[in-house]
Nanobody, 123 residues
Framework: QVQLVESGGGLVQAGGSLRLSCAAS????????MGWFRQAPGKEREFVAS????????HHADSVTGRFHISRDNAKNTVYLQMNSLKPDDTAVYYC????????????????WGQGTQVTVSS
């Protein structure tokens, strides 16, 4: 199994930046595609970004394209989500996920999940 632990969330003003980290352990990290999802109060879990096992391919939701950037460092067993130009609508619990397969926007296809980290963007 794979264990995932997110960190880096917090409170930030609109227009600010945060970088989330997801530390992985338990299996060969480089074999897994990784994704970031978020869930705001009263809303369903939403795809944010994904990255291939090699890091050579990424995909970002339309709502965050140009503002957020996913990356990974397999040597550190870590995936990152750099979040810039944050908006109040970005407020959510952000979850890191991993799967043995190609990156996907569908949460149900991911096998392992972190506990989440809260991101709150104030006006």
């Amino acid at each position: 199994q794979v264990q995932l632990v997110e960190s880096g969330g917090g409170l930030v003003q609109a227009g600010g930046s945060l970088r989330l980290s997801c530390a992985a352990s338990g299996r060969t990290f480089s074999s897994y595609a990784m994704g970031w999802f978020r869930q705001a109060p009263g809303k369903e879990r939403e795809f944010v970004a994904s990255i291939s096992w090699s890091g050579g391919g990424t995909h970002h939701a339309d709502s965050v394209t140009g503002r957020f950037h996913i990356s990974r460092d397999n040597a550190k067993n870590t995936v990152y989500l750099q979040m810039n130009s944050l908006k109040p609508d970005d407020t959510a619990v952000y979850y890191c996920a991993a799967r043995l397969g190609v990156k996907s926007t569908q949460a149900r296809l991911y096998d392992y999940w972190g506990q989440g980290t809260q991101v709150t963007v104030s006006s």
